[in-house]
């Protein structure tokens, strides 16, 4: 018998080596040039020993390459959501630093990785005392919400989505919210403007609550407290209200949007009521102001109060043509005793407040500068904040214009005011506060939003009318300027939160894993790639090792060692192109059934970030490109030395190229109307002096027109059109230029 068996088993192993024979001419002959073959069978070939070697080397320089490959990951398109941190204070009731906190998770809680597994609705409790450096506390479903509470207490709890890091400064813990920026501002905007009003008006405010996120992240203004915003004004309003299903529309109907001005994401203000006008940003005393955020009226009669007097006549009286003019706070009044506010400036020692002068305003109205005058002396406040502050109304009644009245305000509802003393002979008895608007008055009014929505305005129009010179993009394509760990974590396949963790302790190598399975690095490279004969108690325990050490593998060193990663490049023209989004997902679904990633590039048609992405891919060592490029020359091709899948690209580059019958296309478009009586066609297409597929469709099309005897004409769109999808302004303008008579288009 074992003789036989020794045949057999010489036998399989001949057929075995003819078996890789036959595939490595094969894959001699689809790999070109010889070059290329040749590294590549070499790397293959490679024994296991000298293979871990270096796969393990290239793990340990990881750090270094990773922190060089984030600065020279500059124009990638992030592939990912983003996110933001948000520290929690209650929403400005408990600060920032907490004595103690609970979290209690709808889904089971991971406590740093696994240390601790709380199941769901335990408590987590953590407090100043035993809290170590970071606590990072990880729901297993981060959409089923936890409930957090600052104070330890039940009663305290709010329900938050996301994960949660736990900091500990000498002031106290510091409790940040990681989450979707989307999921962010389903509780920001209802917290900022009520879902109640026009679903236009509520998308203009999560553009401008996106646009305010972004720009709070790019600026690293909440660095200190290892966060991106707060959840208080001092930032915008983070989950004051729940989600609502009218904002949470807006969210998702204007997702990604945001305000740009020359390329970056503007300071996109916004406030609830304005008196008439909106302010400058010269009201908190900038040393130049933006261009974008210039006084505009809203609505109303265009005036230019240049002087006291004037103003004085201006926030007195009522236009009726204001957008505003039925809101409460478009007018309001309120009587301070002088008493009162002699109190605040007691530390200023200037006795008894004799009188209060505007002494500057912005473009719009509001007080900059502030003067205080007493019997000792006199004191100057700037700023609309500081201004707001010092003139509190809080306790004292201020009579709104809808004939309502409010005693909370903790400050001046606006700086938009003037001051009329009340004297009993020389003294100053009282100061009475006539004012419009509430807020800052800076950028876009809330309720001027709100009725602009109301008269047929789109979100686009309501923002271009508060903001000067600017332009509606994607936050993503920002994002990736200021955040490239994240982009590089998305391109190589990594998570953010897993690099970070990697940077801060040493991660567990092969070498690791071989230890505590007790096996050598070999054995557990082979579990990693599946290679090799294993039994299944060396898998098993080397699999346990790397669950017990929260190890994952390091596909970069992978890559490297193999010469090729398992990602796809993909290039196109418009990812928000109906053809190109469907073509993305069937071919990331595709991949992804094989083991494949894609990383996807949006070159927006322009050559050089075509050929950036070229010199990206190689870098990246891609296993192959699909793109759909008409601009790049065809030596970058040659150039690439690796498999390649074309759309539309009719020259010749060795290079599998995929096209359709455009014209065909065209010409059964056009049979097709004809066949249901249509006798007047237009066809919609194609860029103005570009050659392109559609103008393939467009020959078909007017071929079948002249052989029917039937009228046809062909309009084209403009770059800015076709490259921002914005097809409806073109069709219009088609459509009333052509008018039908019923029977030109589709015969009933």
Not at 464 to 482: A, H, P, T, V, W
Not at 706 to 732: A, N, Q
Request: aromatic share 8%; hydrophobic share 35%.
């Amino acid at each position: 018998m074992k003789r036989k068996n020794d045949k057999l088993e010489l036998i399989l192993l001949g057929v075995g080596i003819l078996l890789l024979l036959l595939l490595f001419v094969v894959k001699r002959r689809l790999d070109a040039p010889e070059e290329t073959a040749t590294a590549e069978s070499r790397t293959e070939t490679m024994e296991g020993k000298k293979q871990e070697e270096t796969i393990q080397n290239m793990e340990q320089e990881n750090a270094a390459f990773l922190n060089s490959k984030k600065e020279e990951q500059k124009e990638t398109t992030a592939a990912g959501p983003v996110q933001i941190r948000v520290l929690l204070t209650d929403c400005g009731k408990l600060g920032y630093a907490q004595k103690q906190v609970s979290l209690r998770g709808n889904a089971s809680l991971s406590m740093n990785d696994g240390a601790y597994i709380a199941s769901p609705q335990e408590t987590i409790c953590v407090t100043e005392q035993e809290c170590g450096e970071v606590v990072h506390v990880v729901p297993a479903d981060e959409t089923a919400g936890t409930a957090v509470s600052l104070t330890g207490k039940p009663e305290d709890e709010t329900v938050y989505p996301g994960s949660f890091v736990i900091y500990k400064s000498e002031e106290g813990l510091l409790v940040v919210n990681e989450l979707d920026l989307e999921m962010y501002l389903r509780y920001v905007v209802p917290s900022e403007m009520p879902s109640s009003y026009e679903k236009e008006a509520l998308k203009a405010q999560a553009v401008c609550a996106r646009t305010y996120a972004c720009a709070r992240i790019r600026e690293k203004t909440w660095e200190n407290y290892h966060a991106d915003v707060d959840d208080s004004v001092e930032s915008q309003v983070y989950h004051n209200m729940e989600a609502q299903p009218e904002t949470d529309a807006a969210v998702a109907e204007t997702e990604g949007k945001i305000i740009t001005c020359g390329g970056e994401p503007i300071q996109a203000y916004f406030f609830s009521t304005s008196c008439g006008k909106t302010s400058t940003d010269e009201v908190w005393n900038t040393a130049e102001t933006a261009e974008y955020l210039k006084s505009v009226t809203v609505g109303g009669e265009k005036q230019e109060p240049e002087t006291e007097e004037a103003f004085a006549s201006f926030i007195t009286k009522r236009d009726s043509t204001s957008l505003e003019v039925e809101d409460g706070w478009y007018r309001w009044q309120v009587t301070i005793p002088a008493d009162v506010l002699s109190e605040r400036a007691a530390d200023q020692k200037i006795g008894e407040i004799t009188g209060i002068e505007v002494r500057r305003r912005s473009e719009g109205g509001a007080a900059e500068t502030v003067r205080i005058e007493g019997e000792k002396g006199s004191m100057e406040i700037e700023g609309e904040y500081q201004i707001r502050k010092f003139l509190s109304a809080k306790g004292w009644p201020i009579q709104k214009n809808d004939g309502t009245v409010s005693c909370e305000m903790e400050l001046l509802p606006s700086a938009c005011f003037i001051v009329v003393p009340e004297k009993e002979g020389e003294t100053a008895v009282s100061f009475t506060f006539y004012g419009g608007g509430y807020g800052h008055g800076v950028g876009m009014s809330q309720n001027g939003a709100k009725h602009l929505a109301e008269q047929g305005k789109s979100y686009e129009e309501i923002l271009r009318y508060f903001y000067q010179n600017i332009e509606i993009g994607d936050c993503r394509s920002l994002f990736k300027k200021n955040h490239r760990k994240q982009i590089f974590c998305a391109i190589m396949g990594e998570s953010e939160k897993q690099l970070e963790n990697d940077e801060e302790r040493n991660m567990a190598t092969i070498k690791d894993i071989a230890a505590r399975a007790g096996v050598t690095a070999t054995t557990v490279s082979r579990v990693i790639n599946n290679r090799g004969y294993i039994s299944e108690e060396t898998r098993k325990k080397v699999t346990q090792a790397m669950q017990e050490m929260n190890y994952q593998p390091n596909e970069l060193a992978r890559s490297l060692a193999k010469a090729h990663s398992n990602t796809i490049g993909v290039i196109v023209p418009h990812i928000s192109h109906p053809f190109f989004s469907k073509m993305i997902s069937a071919l990331e679904s595709a991949a992804a059934k094989r083991g494949y990633k894609i990383l996807l590039c949006n070159s927006k048609d322009q050559p050089e970030k075509e050929t950036e992405y070229l010199d990206m891919f190689i870098s990246n060592r891609v296993t192959g490109v699909v793109m759909a490029s008409r601009d790049v020359q065809i030596e970058k091709f040659h150039d690439l030395k690796i498999p390649i899948v074309n759309f539309e690209r009719e020259e010749n580059t060795e290079a599998i190229t995929i096209q359709c019958d455009n014209e065909q296309g065209g010409a059964l478009a056009a049979s097709h109307l004809a066949d249901c009586g249509c006798r007047h066609l237009l066809h919609f297409g194609g860029i103005v002096g570009r050659d392109m597929p559609a103008d393939r469709r467009a020959d078909g099309f007017l071929r079948v027109c002249r052989e029917r005897g039937i009228e046809g004409e062909v309009l084209l769109s403009d770059r800015l059109s076709y490259g921002s999808m914005h097809y409806e302004s073109y069709i219009e303008k088609g459509l009333l230029e052509h008018p039908g008579d019923g029977r030109h288009f589709c015969k009933q």
